[in-house]
């Protein structure tokens, strides 16, 4: 699923709106650097609709950028400077935390980040949206991955949930 047709997706829509979807239907949602498209706004409604798709202990899986990492770079006047390179081009702190510019500047409005998460954001959204038990991490790329399970009444999870507790890291 994507908003942009450009990508060839199987759906073409938003993930603030799975209608088209129905209840209970996927073990998986995988959301990689998707979330930080949305308005802060839109985040809850948007994680609503992933826990509405997924059967019970099913999982959700999201990868974000890691704001208040960046802010660290942004602290030490490295905003413009390359953090890392992708196929893409270089990445900057920039680009972290509004977007690639690259794709921005041609035409991908797409490409635009409209919010942003720490850990501690990341994982009471998740909370509030349903989902328990709840591991988020940091990655050493200035990436926070969540998984997150609807609730099970049997307490059985697909792939088992991790044997942490719940809550961020």
Not at 100 to 113: K, L, P, Q
């Amino acid at each position: 699923m994507d908003l942009d047709r450009r990508t060839g997706p199987d759906i073409v829509g938003s993930i603030t709106d799975l209608s088209m979807l129905p209840d209970c239907s996927y073990d998986a949602v995988w959301a990689s650097h998707l979330l930080e498209h949305l308005y802060r706004h839109e985040i809850l409604g948007a994680l609503r609709q992933c826990w509405r798709v997924l059967m019970p202990g099913g999982a959700l899986v999201a990868a974000v950028p890691d704001l208040q990492r960046v802010c660290e770079l942004v602290a030490a006047d490295r905003l413009e400077e390359t953090i890392y390179t992708v196929p893409a081009g270089p990445i900057t702190a920039h680009d972290i935390i509004f977007g690639f510019g690259t794709a921005i500047s041609s035409g991908n409005s797409f490409m635009a980040h409209r919010c942003g998460f720490t850990p501690t954001v990341l994982c009471r959204d998740l909370q509030g949206a349903g989902f328990d038990p709840i591991l988020v991490r940091r990655q050493s790329i200035l990436e926070l991955y969540a998984v997150a399970y609807r609730p099970s009444s049997d307490g059985r999870y697909i792939n088992g949930p991790f044997s942490s507790a719940s809550g961020a890291a």
